[in-house]
């Protein structure tokens, strides 16, 4: 019976009293704009299952609507509550950040997503299919493009409402993104909104062989950009031993005290901390649609169906520009002299070479498209300038340009011929004598992009460029005018096109949208100006938005 002593052991090994699992202390409240817009998402896949199918259309409009201004008001209401100043606080165990930046930007893509939702359920702008009212998306996101399934969906009048959920865990991650206080965190965030992106790309109504191929350039180069992000994250920490962002700072700046005796023959590399903060900053220009990361914005913009590309070009610019200060002024301040020549670098390459490229474009949506790589040149112009003024100015930047990004987006929706949007600039000509209402709007906003003064665009780029000057970048403020300048240029033939050429005979149409399209332009318009004629309120308020809790 020698053989019983080795499973006596184990008996009483088992018989140990068990160790106790720490529960986590999660932080509801704080977390509350994210858990409602994600709780509101699932219930939107619900109503997807259950529902039938023609009362799924209110039904998601509705929960939509409902959850991304409950979030809002919680955002406002955290804020109100002081979370912005003095109680700002990293929740959650560590992994989220809950403080002014990343309460200005969650209210900001809230906003900005509301507005984008009214834009996704238009319903007016198309002829109806077989009696049915239908919106930009594909009836049925399965069937192959002009295959029996499809043209069986759209006799049926069916309609893809998934768009609504989809959305909203797009909103979900990128409102943890640029609050996420550790890489794992701001990986994550950063899976959780791009999926949804890739699905939504791929699903425009017409056009829809240049939509899917639109969809997997994105997904096969956001891949790639996860892959480098993730990577990164590996590196730094294997040289600072964890991947919260003080952590790493506090190696970075030298300060730490306990050293994990695994880690300490690699902690404090050096090379690890360049190469890994160099991936990780790759990941994050990758998603501003910074050169050299932005060869997928052009096709992306112009393949998906136009509220989603609006929604996109606004809300992930907010998402990305938040995680970058937030990784370069929280993690890595103490390298300063290591990143800003780069940046430096990248900000001059992307402002001249949106605004050069963009003059040779015929396609509104890609002209639009390289007008968004010059903005992020403008916008990194602020984070160069590391300071409390340049935070702030990129907050009120991106709150101001977010908003006109979707208005001129829905703009173009409205523009329309037999074939759906008529994109090509060709047929813009003379739109102004069609319907001066759409044309001056659509030049209300080309102005703001411009940086023409009364509008927004001004106002942010004003701000932007003197917290650089003042940062001692004075060389990009005068490439950055300069940029502008050349900007202007294709701005103004715009308009010039629409109000001073002849209208063809056989030109497109303005169909007349429904409140929905009209609200979420009348909005742009009346922030443009707002913020163009008043700004010093919203700029008070980014400014005293602008400290990162550390």
């Known amino acids: 019976m020698s053989h019983a002593a080795p499973v006596h052991s184990l008996w009483t090994l088992a018989a140990d009293p068990p160790r106790e699992i720490p529960a986590p202390h999660i932080e509801y409240a704080q977390l509350a704009p994210t858990l409602i817009v994600l709780g509101v998402a699932v219930l939107g896949i619900l109503v997807e299952a259950f529902l039938p199918r023609r009362a799924r259309y209110h039904a998601q409009l509705l929960l939509s609507v409902v959850g991304l201004a409950a979030a809002f008001a919680a955002v406002v209401a955290l804020a109100a509550g002081g979370h912005a100043g003095e109680k700002a606080r990293i929740a959650a165990m560590g992994a989220v950040a809950v403080d002014g930046p990343a309460l200005f930007l969650q209210g900001t893509i809230l906003l900005v997503s509301l507005i984008a939702v009214f834009t996704f359920a238009e319903r007016r702008l ?56 550790d890489l794992l965190t701001l990986f994550v965030a950063l899976e959780v909104f791009s999926l949804p992106l890739y699905v939504l790309c791929a699903l425009a109504r017409r056009q829809r062989l240049l939509s899917q191929e639109s969809a997997v350039k994105y997904f096969l180069l956001g891949a790639f950009s996860s892959a480098f992000l993730l990577f990164g994250v590996a590196l730094l920490y294997g040289y600072a031993g964890t991947v919260t962002y003080s952590g790493i700072a506090e190696v970075v700046s030298g300060t730490t005290r306990t050293v994990d005796p695994a880690l300490a023959s690699t902690m404090g590399n050096d090379a690890l901390l360049l190469i890994g903060g160099a991936l990780v900053l790759m ?71 949106g605004a050069i490229v963009a003059v040779t474009q015929t396609d509104v949506k890609r002209l639009l498209a390289y007008s968004s790589i010059a903005h992020a040149g403008f916008i990194l112009a602020g984070v160069i300038a590391a300071s409390p003024d340049g935070v702030s100015s990129v907050l009120f930047y991106l709150a101001a340009y977010s908003f006109v990004t979707l208005g001129a987006f829905s703009v173009v929706t409205l523009v329309r011929d037999a074939g759906g949007e008529a994109t090509h600039l060709s047929k813009w000509a003379g739109l102004g004598r069609r319907s001066p209402l759409v044309a001056a709007v659509f030049a209300v906003f080309l102005l703001a992009f411009a940086g023409i003064p009364l509008t927004s665009g001004f106002a942010g780029k004003f701000a932007v460029f003197k917290a650089a000057a003042q940062g001692g970048a004075g060389t990009l403020v005068i490439v950055g005018v300069l940029s502008s300048a050349i900007a202007a240029f294709f701005y103004v033939r715009v308009i010039v096109l629409m109000f001073f050429s002849e209208p063809k005979a056989d030109g497109p149409t303005v169909a007349v949208p429904s409140a929905l399209t009209s609200t979420a332009i009348a909005v742009g318009v009346a922030v443009t100006v707002v913020l163009g004629a008043a700004p010093q309120y919203f700029l008070d308020l980014a400014g005293q938005a602008g400290t990162f809790v550390r």
């Open 126 to 181: 198309d002829p109806a299919a077989h009696g049915n009212r239908v919106d930009s998306f594909a009836a049925q996101g399965s069937a192959v493009p002009g295959g029996e399934a499809e043209q069986a969906a759209v006799k049926a009048g069916f309609t893809t409402t998934e768009v609504f959920p989809l959305a909203l865990f797009a909103v979900g991650g990128m409102l943890v993104f640029p609050a996420a206080n």
């Open 283 to 353: 990941g994050l220009l990758f998603k501003v649609g910074a050169v050299p990361f932005h060869m997928w914005t052009p096709d992306v913009y112009q393949g998906a169906p136009t509220p989603v590309t609006g929604f996109m070009a606004a809300a992930t610019k907010v998402a990305g520009f938040g995680a970058l200060l937030r990784l370069l002024y929280v993690v890595l301040p103490g390298m300063r002299w290591d990143w800003r020549p780069v940046m430096w670098g990248v900000a001059i390459v992307t402002m001249l070479l």
